[in-house]
């Protein structure tokens, strides 16, 4: 398994993957870092660690998050200010990360990623009925659908054949790169690696919440273990989310 993945060297950054697409480290608006001290922290953090620009992606679920461009942007732009005080070289964005369930509402003007690219979730819990309609109907008013985290939807784990579906239909999946370091457990590392062999990923992302999953990213890198298991895979965030792309974005 992961034959592909071996490399003599050891690598103890994460510069092959540059930019981090999926994040809560903005401050005080969901369930990821609480102040802007906190924030700064992991912000140098991951610049140490080798990203070059990191996409913050606030939950927007209307039962517990209920954010807009105009509750994230002032945030984004706070923290902008302040990573520019600091000297640090690391580009801050941000989109959003949208809880696909039954009060979402497909539209115009959602908080996305430069060429429409939207991430979206599910309930850990259970599928969401009319998953793929979503699907389409973002399809149809142009945005291109990335699932976050695929690996930790265990109601999928016994019918593999949905991922499968959503890939025919044209959602690309986003990796949890803490999933292939077994912080979410042994089944969700299984699946994970299934999906990696299977070349089902598109993107990776840290899904940063706090000083934990801050602690396994860092000594993940810095042993040379997500280079290893990781490094060779042909993820597209560099290649899709590049400063060129980012500064078109409006």
């Known amino acids: 398994?992961?034959?592909?993945?071996?490399?003599?060297?050891?690598?103890?950054?994460?510069?092959?993957?540059?930019?981090?697409?999926?994040?809560?480290?903005?401050?005080?608006?969901?369930?990821?870092?609480?102040e802007i001290g906190q924030s700064l922290g992991y912000i140098h953090e991951m610049q140490e660690l080798g990203f070059g620009r990191l996409v913050c992606t606030p939950h927007i679920?209307?039962?517990?998050?209920?954010?807009?461009?105009?509750?994230?942007?002032?945030?984004?732009?706070?923290?902008?200010?302040?990573?520019k005080n600091q000297n640090l070289s690391i580009e801050i964005n941000a989109a959003a990360e949208y809880m696909a369930d039954s009060e979402f509402v497909v539209r115009e003007g959602l908080l996305v990623f430069p060429g429409k690219h939207i991430l979206i979730e599910m309930s850990y819990l259970m599928e969401t009925p009319n998953i793929e309609n979503i699907i389409f109907e973002l399809q149809l008013q142009g945005y291109q659908v990335i699932l976050a985290h695929p690996e930790r939807y265990n109601f999928y784990f016994?019918?593999?054949?949905?991922?499968?579906?959503?890939?025919?239909?044209?959602?690309?999946?986003?990796?949890?790169?803490?999933?292939?370091?077994?912080?979410?457990?042994?089944?969700?590392?299984?699946?994970?690696?299934?999906?990696?062999?299977?070349?089902?990923?598109?993107?990776?992302g840290t899904d940063l919440h706090?000083?934990?999953?801050?602690?396994?990213?860092?000594?993940?890198?810095?042993?040379?273990?997500?280079?290893?298991?990781?490094?060779q895979y042909p993820f597209?965030?560099?290649?899709?989310?590049?400063?060129?792309a980012f500064a078109k974005c409006i």
């Open 236 to 244: 597209r965030n560099l290649e899709v989310f590049s400063d060129s």
């Open 61 to 83: 679920f209307q039962d517990l998050y209920p954010n807009t461009p105009e509750t994230i942007l002032p945030v984004l732009k706070t923290v902008q200010e302040e990573v």
């Open 210 to 231: 706090h000083d934990k999953h801050m602690k396994m990213l860092g000594d993940g890198v810095r042993s040379g273990k997500l280079h290893t298991i990781l490094g």
């Open 158 to 204: 016994r019918h593999t054949e949905r991922y499968e579906k959503l890939k025919s239909i044209g959602c690309s999946f986003q990796l949890n790169i803490l999933s292939v370091l077994g912080y979410y457990g042994k089944g969700v590392k299984a699946m994970a690696e299934h999906l990696l062999n299977a070349k089902m990923y598109d993107f990776a």
């Open 1 to 34: 398994m992961f034959d592909f993945f071996h490399k003599k060297n050891k690598i103890t950054d994460i510069e092959w993957l540059g930019v981090d697409i999926h994040s809560h480290i903005l401050p005080g608006i969901d369930d990821g870092s609480k």
